[in-house]
């Protein structure tokens, strides 16, 4: 059988030395806290400084679109660049060269595939065309590494390199995306929800 606990009391002498709250009038005693006067009428100071601050900050990429778009025009650039050197199969440029190769029916071919394997359809993803949808899922298969503060060409590369078998078609959308769209495209979708600004106003 369990020892009973012992259960302690406290002494006549004890409860005396405990403070009490009093709540009548006279014990009442009330805290005030002082803030700063605002001004009820906004300037028109404030309000250029406001509109200035926030068209600065929607306007100008921020360090993370500069890094990624960085990085994905450093690896374009070495994608495009000509070898010199006869390669094996496997040497990167031999990838991009088939992934150039790759049509967009097989590219739609290879997502049917990926739908298929679903037990239920992508919620959320109505309004996306088929290369988003496939560079979403893409940026979601962690067992390519993080894709959070990486262009997602690079993010490729990376993995084929580590040998972890990236798929082909992802690397044909992202080569095969037009000039205006490669800076949008190699952004991951989470790394823009991670990074997202707000302005308070």
């Known amino acids: 059988m369990a020892p009973k606990r012992r259960i302690s009391t406290p002494s006549a002498a004890q409860r005396n030395q405990q403070a009490t709250i009093s709540f009548s009038k006279q014990g009442l005693n009330r805290v005030t806290k002082t803030t700063a006067q605002r001004d009820s009428k906004p300037t028109k100071k404030n309000d250029a400084l406001l509109e ?13 679109d500069a890094a990624i778009e960085e990085q994905a025009e450093a690896e374009l650039v070495n994608i495009k660049a000509p070898k010199s050197e006869p390669h ?104 823009e929800l991670m990074s997202s600004r707000f302005i308070e106003t």
């Open 52 to 64: 200035a601050v926030s068209t600065h900050a929607i306007s100008r990429p921020t360090t993370a």
């Open 88 to 191: 094996s199969s496997d040497e990167p440029d031999d990838y991009e060269k088939r992934a150039i190769k790759i049509t967009n029916a097989q590219i739609k071919k290879y997502w049917e595939q990926k739908e298929a394997e679903r037990k239920a359809p992508r919620v959320h993803q109505q309004g996306l065309d088929m290369s988003e949808k496939i560079l979403r899922e893409f940026d979601m298969s962690g067992q390519y590494g993080p894709c959070i503060g990486i262009a997602r060409v690079k993010r490729w590369r990376r993995a084929n390199t580590l040998g972890l078998n990236p798929p082909i078609e992802v690397l044909a959308v992202l080569l095969k995306a037009n000039d205006k769209d490669k800076s949008r495209m190699q952004r991951a979708h989470v790394d």
